[in-house]
């Protein structure tokens, strides 16, 4: 019997169980590649800021430091690059966005992440009728080599298992839990969007989001920058970049779809100077819930059982801090944060 059994391999279930092994625990990790995967779509970028109505992100204070620290660790552990930080050129798209952006930009909270001057000649490349403004301590992480590499680094310690997981097949056993062949103390469910299917965790009210996302090549853009007005625009070398993303809340699966194609296309054409060329289209489903926060925690009424899931758009920043958290808590019984304690939703079980 292993302490943990952790469902799912997308950035969650993994960054989860890196900090677990970290602290010497037990653990086996099975993971179907076969479902919706968002993880491996999402372009993995982070940002401080929410330019909606410029603000600072949840919690940036936290999840920012461990973000850095957690990845840069990753790096050594697993032999490769992971954590790329990149300044940010927001192209204003309307004059209220330029404005919000002169009246905010020195209150302190925000003030600490604006980079005043930049001398980048990417600027030239796009519309800047309402002008730009530059963000720095922002970036991505490259969660495709992220999860293939610690795949390899668990395959390599036998914890990984391929399979699909049966909710048939999971039934108590002595002070645990045997899900397919699997036994353990505790089951940890990092799912994904497809944790609303989950018989132990369907009562709680996510809120999956599809997006689309482009892969395209502009020979004549040159960028050491990430771009954002209406899309985001991020490199990846040799003239060709990855862009997006869509929001869509009425279909679920891993299908490009043209409409969403046409909205990206849409907007790279108002922001850009010339054509480009499309070489993928790529999308998933996003685990976002319906009050923003994710889900940490218990069953109410199974021993043993617990979710990781619901970090949304902005999951690879916030994993490694939530993780923290979450090991905390199982291990030490400290209490869970409330905004994201799934025990604020236990009333509508």
């Known amino acids: ?23 010497g625990e037990t653990l086996i990790i099975s993971n179907d590649p076969t479902l919706s995967n ?15 109505k410029l603000s600072k992100t949840w919690m940036a204070e936290e999840v920012f430091p461990a973000a850095e620290h957690f990845y840069k660790r990753a790096e050594e552990q697993l032999k490769t690059s992971l954590y790329h930080e990149l300044p940010l050129l927001r192209v204003f798209g309307t004059e209220f966005e330029a404005k919000d952006w002169e009246t905010k930009k020195t209150i302190p909270e925000i003030a600490q992440y604006i980079q005043e001057e930049n001398n980048d000649p990417a600027e030239q490349h796009f519309n800047r009728r309402f002008g730009t403004g530059w963000v720095k301590h922002a ?12 795949k390899k680094l668990f395959e390599s310690q036998t914890i990984y298992r391929e399979q699909k997981t049966d909710y048939n097949s999971i039934h108590p056993s002595g002070d645990g839990w045997i899900c397919n062949d699997i036994e353990s103390e ?3 469910f990092c799912e994904g969007w497809l944790g609303k299917m989950n018989p132990f965790f369907s009562w709680l009210p996510f809120n999956p989001a599809k997006g689309n996302v482009l892969h395209i090549r502009k020979k004549e853009l040159n960028l ?3 771009i954002n007005g209406g899309v985001f625009i991020l490199p990846t070398g040799n003239h060709e970049f990855r862009v997006g993303a869509t929001f869509s809340w009425d279909e679920f699966n891993d299908l490009p779809t043209e409409k969403g194609r ?27 819930t319906i009050d923003r926060r994710p889900f940490l925690g218990s069953h109410p009424t199974e021993k043993g059982i617990h979710i990781f899931n619901g970090l949304g758009t902005r999951g690879v920043v916030l994993a490694p801090y939530l993780s923290r958290i979450m090991a905390d808590f199982l291990n030490e019984n400290k209490a869970l944060p ?12």
């Open 38 to 52: 968002s993880s491996r779509t999402a372009a993995g970028l982070f940002n401080p800021l929410v330019f909606k």
């Open 186 to 188: 505790h089951i940890i």
């Open 1 to 23: 019997m292993v302490k943990y059994h952790i469902v799912g391999q997308g950035i969650a279930g993994t960054v989860l169980a890196m900090e677990l092994l970290r602290r």
């Open 262 to 288: 046409k909205e990206l296309c849409d907007k790279l054409n108002a922001l850009l100077d010339s054509d480009f060329e499309i070489l993928t289209q790529m999308a998933g489903v996003r685990p976002a």
């Open 338 to 349: 409330e905004d994201v304690d799934i025990r604020r939703h236990t009333k509508t079980v």
């Open 139 to 150: 970036g991505y992480v490259d969660t495709n080599v992220f999860l293939t590499e610690a």
């Open 224 to 226: 050491s920058c990430i």
